[in-house]
């Protein structure tokens, strides 16, 4: 029998991403729930985890889910649409039984389907994500839970989170992949009306997404949709509120060197930062 283990002290919300994208979110939350405190943890030395197997980002996403509990987080927030798709799941009904029931990892992709709904008046739904998170089939298989007349067609897009990461996105060689992926997906289904960005680098290009996207297609981000379904479930769960701090602060941690973090960190806030390097292994 688990033995019980003794209330800990409040703590900051965590929010974990394997590389920057998971800033996009980061900054929305904050936007929503300025009052409360975050710790912001990114793996960027293993970047990215997009390509990666089940079993590799799983292993790699629990490590940093230790970590940021043992920071005091008793709730962490995935942020990566790979760890949600790929992670998410084992660690919610394997690992937090036996880490502490008490604390709570929440990911990206439930909160971004649950809105579908209200977007598509077809019914036919596009996802642009990374090749792993197409490859998990994540996203059909939520959105099929809550809409089962819902058709969805997925776009892999492997140029687009180094066209970020590299600072390429606002060249004009950014507009090839971003337009080619676009006609892609709308060739497998013309019928889509509504799409997902599924990963959190890409709100980024969202001005040239919107650009190579015909006008009566909503294109749906994440961010402010994460945002409130948090803040509608720390409403719904005092429980757990009650053990986030709340005094404004955000701290950055990172698995690469910390100059190296702040330089590409810069196109994703707009704010000076301070960051510490940690390891997860």
């Known amino acids: 029998m688990m033995k019980e283990k003794l209330p800990q002290q409040p703590g900051p919300i965590g929010v974990f991403d394997s590389g920057y994208g998971g800033l996009t979110i980061l900054s929305k939350i904050r936007e929503e729930l300025p009052e409360y405190d975050y710790i912001y943890l990114g793996d960027n030395a293993r970047t990215p985890y997009g390509s990666r197997s089940f079993e590799i980002v799983y292993e790699f996403t629990l490590q940093a889910v230790k970590k940021l509990f043992e920071m005091g987080c008793h709730l962490v927030i995935l942020a990566c649409n790979t760890a949600s798709a790929k992670a998410l799941r084992s660690i919610q009904m394997k690992d937090l039984p036996m880490l502490d029931p008490h604390r709570r990892v929440l990911g990206v992709i439930r909160p971004t389907v649950e809105i579908v709904g209200n977007m598509t008046q077809t019914r036919h739904v596009g996802v642009l994500a990374t090749a792993g998170t197409i490859k998990s089939e994540s996203y059909p298989l939520e959105i099929q839970k809550l809409y089962p007349e819902i058709e969805v067609t997925g776009q892999a897009c492997p140029m687009w989170v180094p066209l970020v990461e590299n600072n390429e996105f606002e060249e004009e060689g950014a507009n090839y992949f971003i337009e080619k992926y676009i006609h892609q997906l709308i060739e497998k289904d013309p019928k889509i009306d509504a799409v997902i960005l599924g990963c959190t680098h890409y709100p980024l290009l969202l001005?040239?997404?919107?650009?190579?996207?015909?006008?009566?297609?909503?294109?749906?981000?994440?961010?402010?949709?994460?945002a409130k379904s948090l803040k509608d479930y720390l409403t719904r769960h005092p429980e757990i509120d009650s053990q986030c701090t709340q005094n404004g602060r955000c701290k950055f941690y990172t698995t690469e060197a910390e100059d190296k973090f702040i330089e590409s960190a810069s196109t994703f806030l707009n704010e000076d930062i301070t960051v510490e390097r940690v390891s997860l292994e």
């Open 207 to 226: 001005p040239k997404i919107r650009r190579y996207t015909p006008e009566h297609i909503q294109v749906i981000p994440q961010g402010e949709y994460v």
